[in-house]
């Protein structure tokens, strides 16, 4: 065996929970899920809707890793057209998932009788 062993580079990782908090997925900037968190209760929905969820999560999650992949390249010289050619996403990028998912909240949560 090699007396030099190279060092595997870490996985970069982030977590993105659903609003109620009962789903959380920890995964990799391509959207492999590493860890899932999934409260007793989000069962009941069946798994069609459990499925979608843990899938819009992992999205998230990826384009926050890729930010945190950007940024810790960012941080040791790389420019910026090669971290583009990268197809790592910007915080604007992130921004725009926060922003969407804020407009899909209803109005109000009262119904008409």
């Not at 990782?13 to 989000?42: F, K, M, W, Y």
């Not at 384009?63 to 583009?84: K, N, Q, Y």
């Amino acid at each position: 065996m090699s007396e030099t062993m190279r060092e595997s580079p870490s996985i970069i990782t982030a977590v993105a929970v659903n609003r109620a908090g009962t789903i959380a997925v920890r995964a990799t900037e391509h959207a492999v899920p590493v860890d899932l968190r999934i409260s007793q209760g989000e069962l009941r929905y069946g798994g069609a809707r459990l499925a979608q969820q843990i899938l819009a999560l992992s999205s998230k999650a990826a384009i926050e890793a890729g930010v945190r992949h950007r940024v810790e390249l960012e941080e040791t010289g790389v420019p910026a057209a090669i971290l583009d050619r990268l197809g790592l996403a910007t915080r604007d990028e992130l921004a725009d998932v926060d922003a969407t998912e804020d407009q899909s909240l209803p109005s109000s949560w009262m119904r008409s009788i």
